[in-house]
């Protein structure tokens, strides 16, 4: 079925312009400002809120004297800031600068590290292709999980693509990948800098991610190091009290030094690098079936429901939603093109309507919930609704190459949803769980409804990632399963005392 078009498709076409005025408006602003320079006045001020904030853009902070409270350019706050850096070995002896974590806190979202731009005395350094092992890859990028760096490698040459390819057939650890590194031969031979090689760089444009090393030398005192280090551990704990759970590392990282400015931005300021590497207080650690930037020696919480809704703006998830059940417009749409597919020619035969609106309603609407007559009927319609609408214009033979993955998809949501089921009957909750089981459920839940969205709305230039997305379904039903085992072993456990 069609989605409506969400406010955020609006925003969108509109980006240009608002970088623009986040570019130039310094740092402070008002969402007023900001609607008229954009021509949207009557914009609904939460909405674009949420939108500067999930794209990255702006920080905002509650202020008691003012009602719209204040909001933060980051290309303002950022721009103009300066940072240091400790030279690895690896880097001098090479003659090179490989930016990696050292760099996270100060990029914007929408740009990889090797899409940086770095100057030095007002000329741009040229990068050149070297080569190195992925566990020597992994101390430029400490922050950085696994994945995260398989694919900011794989973003970076495309030959990366083909030799992670070749390691899941073989593993060799002598194997090498193609990263981006500056030429600093120029920059550490006018400098002349005193081991350990410590330089400061200017972050010139924040959002075009430009930064600028800095000829200055200044003496890094061991006072200001240990001073430097109890004010950054405190800015990121903040951080991480502050911003929602869901928050990446550079989310984290970038609001810690928002936090403590300048404090963290002076010229006694340490570099980031040399915390990581001398105190074991933040790190990456296993986050259900992710990776997560948080404080090592502390649990993760569990979460407080089975699953998360999405964002939603249709009846249809407006109803499951109030209900608490696991299912969305696309979920639905997903289970009519999984039917029709399989029961194209008697797809006007109401009989095989009527068995596909039983087997949807068993799983969305299971008896055993209250009011489950009413609750029935309502889901019914819905059901009725998309199954009318996709019948008239499913053709399989005009199918968008993503048949095979919306069944596997389907099928699997069935064995989710009946665990589901299960555990909703028992009345169970998250935390009647130890350990991360019902953090991985949640987890899964949300990738199923990013998968059914992307599957029941593919266009043509989605194709290529119909592959990428089966496999990751593939290695997810392992991980379920294993999760389901660990809590029906729980189960037992619990039944039996």
């Not at 240091?84 to 880097?91: A, N, R």
């Not at 398989?150 to 992670?164: A, R």
């Not at 207080?281 to 259900?288: A, D, L, N, S």
């Amino acid at each position: 079925m069609l989605k409506c078009r969400t406010m955020f498709d609006r925003l969108e076409t509109l980006l240009p312009e608002i970088n623009l005025f986040l570019k130039n408006v310094g740092e402070a602003f008002t969402l007023e400002d900001l609607k008229n320079f954009i021509g949207l006045k009557n914009f609904d001020d939460s909405n674009l809120g949420v939108f500067l904030i999930s794209l990255s853009l702006a920080y905002f902070f509650p202020d008691p004297d003012s009602d719209s409270g204040v909001w933060i350019s980051k290309h303002g706050f950022f721009t103009g800031k300066k940072f240091s850096v400790q030279i690895s070995d690896t880097e001098d002896e090479m003659k090179i600068f490989i930016p990696g974590s050292r760099f996270l806190p100060f990029l914007p979202a929408d740009k990889y590290v090797h899409e940086a731009k770095l100057f030095y005395e007002g000329k741009e350094i040229p990068k050149r292709r070297v080569y190195l092992s992925f566990d020597r890859l992994s101390s430029f990028y400490f922050l950085y999980t696994e994945s995260d760096l398989s694919n900011v490698l794989c973003e970076d040459y495309e030959e990366n693509v083909e030799t992670f390819s070749g390691l899941h057939d073989s593993f060799n650890p002598e194997a090498r990948f193609a990263v981006s590194a500056w030429d600093f031969s120029a920059v550490f031979d006018k400098c002349n800098f005193n081991y350990p090689m410590r330089l400061f760089v200017h972050i010139k444009d924040w959002s075009g991610a430009e930064f600028e090393i800095l000829k200055e030398r200044h003496e890094f005192l061991e006072e200001n190091i240990s001073n430097w280090f109890d004010l950054f551990e405190a800015a990121v704990r903040s951080s991480l009290k502050i911003l929602p759970m869901e928050s990446t590392t550079q989310d984290i990282l970038s609001f810690a030094y928002f936090l403590g400015e300048d404090a963290l931005f002076n010229e006694n300021s340490a570099p980031m690098e040399l915390f990581f590497e001398r105190k074991d207080v933040f790190g990456v650690i296993p986050y259900g079936i992710e990776e997560k930037f948080w404080v090592l020696d502390e649990p993760i919480a569990v979460p407080a429901n089975w699953f998360y809704y999405p964002y939603n703006e249709t009846k249809e998830d407006n109803f499951f939603n109030s209900i608490n059940r696991p299912v969305t417009e696309a979920v639905i749409d997903c289970f009519v093109l999984d039917f029709l597919s399989s029961n194209y020619m008697a797809r006007f035969d109401d009989e095989v309507k009527g068995l596909f609106i039983k087997e949807s309603l068993d799983l969305f609407i299971p008896e055993f919930m209250n009011n489950h007559k009413t609750l029935s009927s309502k889901c019914k319609t819905y059901l009725e609704m998309h199954y009318d609408y996709w019948v008239n214009l499913y053709n399989p033979f005009k199918d968008d190459g993503s048949k095979d993955l919306r069944s596997d998809l389907v099928d699997f949501y069935k064995n989710l949803i009946v665990f589901f089921n299960e555990l909703d009957e028992r009345k169970l909750k998250t935390s009647d769980f130890d350990g991360q089981s019902a953090l991985m459920i949640c987890q899964i839940f949300d990738k199923v409804f990013q998968w059914t969205e992307f599957v029941s709305s593919i266009e043509a230039e989605d194709y290529n990632f119909i592959e990428v997305i089966s496999m990751s379904l593939e290695n997810l039903s392992y991980v379920y399963t294993d999760v389901k085992v660990e809590i029906i072993n729980k189960l037992s456990a619990l039944t039996k005392t």
